[in-house]
């Protein structure tokens, strides 16, 4: 259209510039020979400017011509997703030069539709796998694309084995990476150094159900934005090995699920954990069958609603130090430690249960249980089975299999037994010193201050500490 508008401008300037000739014979000769003086300098002036206006069209013309590659150059760059032609291999790019590509192409903001849910036309939906694909490839080209969102990017391609290029993609202005891997089954290493995270607010299910996963690289991870963790390595049953001392957490607000049935996981550093802004625990350790250390002396648990199955069929945990833990706020304990069938003993000093609404099986099934230190008595809506074949607790008095509901938990006629606190307590290893200590609400301190005070040793055991 543009260049028919010129072409019409030109034979136009044109028709108006012969016409000025007035009428001509056949032969092209004027038929008028003489003009008055005046009427050749206006002729002259008219001339001059058709020769002007001319120059200009031509001048737009010519730019133009130029100008118009460059734009649709500039207009058709995207960012897209090419599935190759044997459909093994998904290869992003961000140029324009899609119609060229071979495969099946989608531009990034495609989507496919789930019982109201939408998810990348790419991958798999919560019920639908995508199986085909074994490759992701990130086209050098893609470092110049900035998305916003890569939530559920390879959600359920349960064959992926590969992600090459992956520092090709730049996380910078990300905001939500909910479920980005989830279901990638086949995945067994994953190292995400390079992602900045330093915007990303959701973290949700982010790795759950990568069965596969041995190893995983999150080294680069800021966290400080992050407000949910749910779920985040459930189901990472491989998972020997997880560094996430560098995590901060101070905005999260639930990490129900967090570890759930990482069943590999030997220990976590969780001493940097800073929780005390969230409400809900649930199920945050179940089923971690081979931790034998856990290092949850600094948690703050002053805003947790909820923390049913914590710590349940953690099989080798011989301790959990949860003394530091207040419960004020708490209405579920459900299962809390069932199934730690390795623990001796347990301090809930400091437990309150003033607003508890459930504490069925709370220490079902803790078979090498002896000693609930715990000075008050437990009153709770629901705790059917709540003792059930805690066949070696005693407390006041010995454990009856017929009485295993909240009725128990006192320190009077039931299974708790009262703790005795006075002065400094000993150190006992002369080769043991003081390397950090703690408030009872996770803050660190410079010195001991008065009442209790928990202290991290050099030998990397955790003592509790009263100063007068």
């Given at each position: 259209?543009?260049?028919?508008?010129?072409?019409?401008?030109?034979?136009?300037?044109?028709?108006?510039?012969?016409?000025?000739?007035?009428?001509?014979?056949?032969?092209?000769?004027?038929?008028?020979?003489?003009?008055?003086e005046?009427?050749k300098?206006?002729?002259?002036?008219?001339k001059?400017?058709?020769?002007?206006?001319?120059?200009?069209?031509?001048?737009?013309?010519f730019?133009?011509?130029?100008?118009?590659?460059?734009?649709?150059?500039?207009?058709?760059?995207?960012p897209y997703?090419?599935k190759?032609s044997?459909?093994?291999?998904?290869?992003?790019?961000?140029?324009?030069k899609?119609?060229?590509?071979?495969?099946?192409?989608w531009?990034?903001?495609?989507?496919?539709?789930e019982?109201?849910?939408?998810?990348?036309?790419?991958?798999?939906?919560?019920?639908?796998?995508?199986?085909?694909v074994?490759?992701?490839?990130?086209?050098?080209?893609?470092?110049?694309?900035?998305?916003?969102?890569?939530?559920?990017?390879?959600?359920?391609?349960?064959?992926?084995?590969?992600?090459?290029?992956?520092?090709?993609l730049?996380t910078?202005?990300?905001?939500?990476?909910r479920?980005?891997?989830?279901?990638?089954?086949?995945?067994s290493?994953?190292?995400?150094s390079?992602?900045n995270?330093?915007n990303?607010q959701?973290?949700?299910?982010m790795?759950?159900h990568?069965?596969?996963l041995?190893?995983?690289?999150?080294?680069?991870?800021?966290?400080?934005?992050?407000?949910t963790?749910?779920?985040?390595f459930t189901?990472?049953?491989n998972?020997?090995?997880?560094?996430?001392?560098?995590?901060?957490?101070?905005?999260?607000?639930?990490?129900?699920?967090?570890?759930?049935?990482?069943e590999?996981?030997?220990?976590?550093?969780?001493?940097?954990?800073?929780?005390k802004?969230?409400?809900?625990?649930?199920s945050?350790?179940?089923?971690?069958?081979?931790?034998t250390?856990?290092?949850?002396?600094?948690?703050n648990t002053?805003?947790?609603?909820?923390?049913n199955?914590?710590?349940?069929?953690?099989?080798?945990?011989?301790s959990?130090d949860?003394?530091?833990?207040?419960?004020?706020n708490?209405?579920s304990m459900?299962?809390?430690?069932?199934?730690?069938?390795?623990?001796?003993s347990?301090?809930?000093s400091?437990?309150?249960?003033?607003?508890?609404?459930?504490?069925?099986?709370?220490?079902?099934?803790?078979?090498?249980?002896?000693t609930i230190?715990?000075?008050?008595?437990?009153?709770?809506?629901?705790?059917?089975?709540?003792?059930?074949?805690?066949t070696?607790?005693?407390?006041?008095?010995?454990?009856?299999?017929s009485?295993?509901?909240?009725?128990?938990?006192?320190?009077?006629?039931?299974?708790?037994?009262?703790?005795?606190?006075?002065?400094?307590?000993?150190?006992?290893?002369?080769?043991?010193?003081?390397?950090?200590?703690?408030s009872?609400?996770?803050?660190?301190?410079?010195?001991?201050?008065r009442?209790?005070?928990?202290?991290?040793?050099s030998?990397?055991?955790?003592?509790?500490i009263?100063?007068?």
């Amino acid at each position: 259209m543009f260049f028919n508008h010129i072409d019409k401008r030109i034979r136009h300037f044109l028709t108006i510039s012969i016409n000025l000739n007035g009428p001509t014979s056949r032969y092209g000769t004027p038929s008028k020979l003489k003009d008055d003086e005046e009427t050749k300098g206006k002729k002259i002036i008219m001339k001059k400017q058709l020769l002007k206006n001319l120059y200009a069209v031509f001048l737009a013309g010519f730019m133009a011509l130029l100008l118009l590659p460059q734009a649709a150059q500039a207009q058709s760059t995207e960012p897209y997703v090419v599935k190759s032609s044997d459909k093994k291999t998904l290869t992003f790019y961000y140029d324009n030069k899609i119609s060229s590509r071979t495969g099946t192409a989608w531009g990034l903001v495609r989507t496919q539709i789930e019982s109201g849910f939408s998810f990348p036309i790419w991958s798999g939906t919560w019920t639908k796998p995508e199986t085909e694909v074994t490759t992701v490839i990130f086209d050098a080209s893609f470092k110049n694309y900035r998305p916003k969102n890569t939530k559920c990017w390879f959600l359920n391609i349960t064959n992926l084995e590969t992600i090459k290029g992956i520092e090709n993609l730049n996380t910078s202005e990300v905001t939500t990476m909910r479920s980005m891997f989830e279901k990638c089954e086949k995945l067994s290493t994953l190292n995400l150094s390079n992602f900045n995270t330093e915007n990303v607010q959701n973290m949700e299910d982010m790795f759950e159900h990568c069965h596969n996963l041995t190893s995983l690289n999150l080294s680069s991870f800021d966290t400080k934005n992050v407000t949910t963790m749910r779920g985040m390595f459930t189901h990472c049953h491989n998972l020997t090995s997880l560094n996430i001392s560098s995590f901060n957490t101070e905005n999260v607000t639930n990490m129900s699920a967090m570890f759930y049935e990482c069943e590999k996981l030997a220990s976590l550093d969780l001493s940097k954990f800073n929780t005390k802004n969230v409400n809900l625990m649930s199920s945050m350790f179940y089923k971690c069958h081979n931790l034998t250390s856990l290092n949850i002396s600094s948690f703050n648990t002053e805003q947790v609603i909820y923390m049913n199955l914590m710590f349940s069929a953690c099989q080798k945990l011989s301790s959990i130090d949860v003394s530091s833990f207040k419960t004020k706020n708490v209405k579920s304990m459900e299962g809390m430690f069932s199934g730690c069938s390795s623990l001796t003993s347990l301090d809930l000093s400091y437990f309150s249960t003033e607003n508890m609404k459930e504490m069925q099986s709370m220490f079902d099934g803790c078979k090498s249980l002896q000693t609930i230190y715990c000075n008050n008595t437990w009153a709770c809506e629901q705790s059917s089975y709540m003792f059930y074949d805690c066949t070696k607790l005693k407390g006041a008095v010995k454990y009856d299999a017929s009485k295993v509901d909240v009725s128990m938990a006192n320190p009077n006629t039931g299974y708790f037994t009262k703790k005795k606190v006075s002065g400094v307590t000993t150190i006992t290893n002369s080769d043991a010193s003081i390397q950090t200590i703690y408030s009872t609400d996770g803050k660190r301190l410079n010195e001991l201050q008065r009442g209790l005070n928990i202290v991290r040793m050099s030998n990397g055991t955790t003592q509790k500490i009263l100063r007068k």
